[in-house]
């Protein structure tokens, strides 16, 4: 039997998709094995958010190489799409792929020896049209599972629209099979995944348009004792039904992470958001009076062009006087083919990384402020498997961190649990605990 390894770079559906092209070549007789490890295929899946994605690329593919030379090389994912020439060039790469082509890479390899130039399979990205589901595995606890792709904003700093094409969907009845797959296996928690995931509902032969409500609706109607969570939503498609939906759900957790990316109008407006700050402290202010113990999630970026210091205060005070409970903080870097990379009143990069260190120090207070809100009280605990120094974890259905002594009769088991002080790890102690 052929033996194959994956690495994967960037967000949680990478992850995924990963995973389904891992099955594919299962199914086919393969054994998967440890990336690093001789192997007699290699696919690399990329991302083009990294700031260094060609540097990181090629040093992936070095390490594929120093465990066996002879490794087929297979290069697909977002930076395979915007530079295949770039990728083709690095030593050792033997195949790219495109958008269109990510998921036949078993199609394409034919015997899988070495060639001289790497071949490119490539189209404009306007033709990439469908959809192929994906969800991930190797993890019996959660799986993230993407139910759309694409997008149709143009943000000035973001290539995606140019990596993964235009907005598009699976299907309802799709998505609800591939839960109770899921599910079925053992899953305890599923994460629903997209690019803009909030814009479902654009799905290929439907008859009339669908909205992400009624994704919402349709999984809150399923049988089985199962969470869901929704992994990120832009606030403009973050509707009051949605939220109302969440609050009173058994399924779905009270939790959710919004993009910000700027709490400056001026900003938001250079960046082509689809919103303005007040809409955002709205939705806020509205899952707070809905879902008072809701973890609300923030993506914030610093040091974008034309951001001065009065500017970067704005999105500080904005977000000091919001009541949300952690953010993920990003430093702005130059992207080919933005319109941000071409704008004037560029940001020192200096200035840019003190600037994010200024708001993860916000953040880790705004996180230790909620954590200890909950202290003696009890939550609903989803344990995992991976443990570190004799402890395991989980998350209550309120996105807390919580840390137990390891048992593995709790590995994959919903357990209310008592919550302690917290640690340097941002973690609550679990005390006293019974099963849910």
């Given at each position: 039997?052929?033996?194959?390894?994956?690495?994967?770079?960037?967000?949680?559906?990478?992850?995924?998709?990963?995973?389904?092209?891992?099955?594919?070549?299962?199914?086919?007789?393969?054994?998967?094995v440890?990336?690093?490890?001789?192997?007699?295929?290699?696919?690399?899946?990329?991302?083009?958010?990294?700031?260094?994605?060609?540097?990181?690329?090629?040093?992936?593919?070095?390490?594929?190489?120093?465990?066996?030379?002879?490794?087929?090389?297979?290069?697909?994912?977002?930076?395979a799409?915007?530079?295949?020439?770039?990728?083709?060039?690095?030593?050792?790469?033997d195949?790219?792929?495109?958008?269109?082509?990510?998921?036949?890479?078993?199609?394409?390899l034919?015997?899988?020896?070495?060639?001289?130039?790497?071949?490119?399979?490539?189209?404009?990205?306007?033709?990439?049209?469908?959809?192929?589901?994906?969800?991930?595995?190797?993890d019996?606890?959660?799986?993230?599972?993407?139910?759309?792709d694409?997008?149709?904003?143009?943000?000035?700093?973001?290539?995606?629209?140019?990596?993964?094409?235009?907005?598009?969907?699976?299907?309802?009845?799709?998505?609800?099979?591939?839960?109770?797959?899921?599910?079925?296996r053992?899953?305890?928690?599923?994460?629903?995944?997209?690019?803009?995931?909030?814009?479902?509902?654009?799905?290929?032969?439907?008859?009339?348009?669908?909205?992400f409500?009624?994704?919402?609706?349709?999984?809150?109607?399923?049988?089985?004792n199962?969470?869901?969570?929704?992994?990120?939503?832009?606030?403009?498609?973050?509707?009051?039904?949605?939220?109302?939906?969440?609050a009173?759900?058994?399924?779905?957790?009270?939790h959710?992470?919004?993009?910000?990316?700027?709490?400056?109008?001026?900003?938001?407006?250079?960046?082509?958001?689809?919103?303005?700050?007040?809409?955002?402290?709205?939705?806020?202010?509205?899952?707070?009076?809905?879902?008072?113990?809701?973890?609300?999630?923030?993506?914030?970026?610093?040091?974008?062009?034309?951001?001065?210091e009065?500017?970067?205060?704005?999105?500080?005070?904005?977000?000091?006087?919001?009541?949300?409970?952690?953010?993920?903080v990003?430093?702005?870097?130059?992207?080919?083919?933005?319109?941000?990379?071409?704008?004037?009143?560029?940001?020192?990069?200096?200035?840019?990384?003190e600037?994010?260190?200024?708001l993860?120090?916000?953040?880790?207070?705004?996180?230790?402020?909620?954590?200890?809100?909950y202290?003696?009280?009890?939550?609903n605990?989803?344990?995992?498997?991976?443990?570190?120094?004799?402890?395991?974890?989980?998350?209550?259905?309120?996105?807390i961190?919580?840390?137990?002594?390891?048992?593995?009769?709790?590995?994959?088991?919903?357990?209310?649990?008592?919550l302690?002080?917290?640690?340097?790890?941002?973690?609550?102690?679990?005390?006293?605990?019974t099963?849910?």
């Amino acid at each position: 039997m052929n033996t194959v390894a994956f690495h994967t770079l960037g967000c949680k559906l990478n992850f995924a998709e990963t995973s389904t092209i891992a099955r594919s070549f299962k199914e086919a007789g393969w054994t998967k094995v440890d990336f690093g490890t001789p192997a007699d295929v290699n696919i690399i899946n990329t991302c083009s958010v990294t700031e260094q994605a060609d540097r990181e690329c090629k040093t992936i593919v070095h390490r594929a190489l120093t465990a066996n030379p002879s490794s087929f090389i297979a290069v697909t994912g977002c930076f395979a799409q915007l530079k295949p020439d770039t990728i083709a060039g690095i030593e050792g790469v033997d195949l790219v792929l495109g958008a269109a082509e990510k998921f036949n890479i078993l199609k394409h390899l034919g015997n899988a020896e070495k060639i001289q130039d790497a071949r490119i399979l490539t189209c404009a990205i306007d033709e990439v049209t469908g959809f192929h589901h994906s969800w991930s595995s190797g993890d019996r606890t959660r799986v993230f599972m993407k139910v759309q792709d694409g997008c149709d904003y143009q943000c000035t700093f973001c290539t995606i629209p140019m990596a993964r094409g235009k907005s598009r969907s699976n299907t309802i009845e799709n998505v609800v099979n591939n839960i109770y797959d899921v599910i079925n296996r053992g899953v305890r928690e599923i994460v629903l995944t997209g690019v803009n995931l909030g814009d479902f509902g654009l799905i290929e032969n439907a008859d009339s348009r669908l909205y992400f409500i009624d994704l919402v609706n349709a999984i809150e109607n399923m049988n089985g004792n199962f969470r869901v969570r929704i992994s990120s939503i832009e606030p403009n498609l973050l509707t009051e039904e949605i939220i109302k939906t969440v609050a009173a759900s058994q399924k779905f957790m009270p939790h959710f992470h919004i993009p910000l990316q700027s709490g400056s109008n001026k900003i938001l407006k250079l960046m082509r958001r689809r919103y303005q700050r007040e809409l955002y402290a709205d939705r806020v202010d509205m899952i707070r009076s809905l879902i008072p113990h809701c973890s609300i999630g923030v993506d914030v970026i610093t040091g974008f062009p034309g951001e001065s210091e009065s500017d970067f205060m704005e999105t500080f005070n904005f977000l000091n006087d919001l009541d949300v409970s952690y953010f993920h903080v990003f430093t702005y870097s130059e992207r080919n083919n933005t319109l941000a990379a071409t704008m004037k009143d560029v940001v020192p990069v200096s200035e840019r990384r003190e600037r994010n260190k200024r708001l993860r120090n916000l953040s880790a207070k705004k996180l230790s402020s909620f954590y200890r809100k909950y202290t003696g009280t009890s939550a609903n605990v989803l344990f995992e498997a991976e443990g570190k120094s004799d402890f395991m974890y989980g998350y209550s259905e309120n996105y807390i961190r919580v840390k137990l002594p390891y048992d593995i009769q709790l590995v994959n088991q919903v357990v209310t649990t008592e919550l302690g002080n917290m640690d340097d790890d941002f973690c609550l102690e679990g005390l006293q605990f019974t099963e849910a």
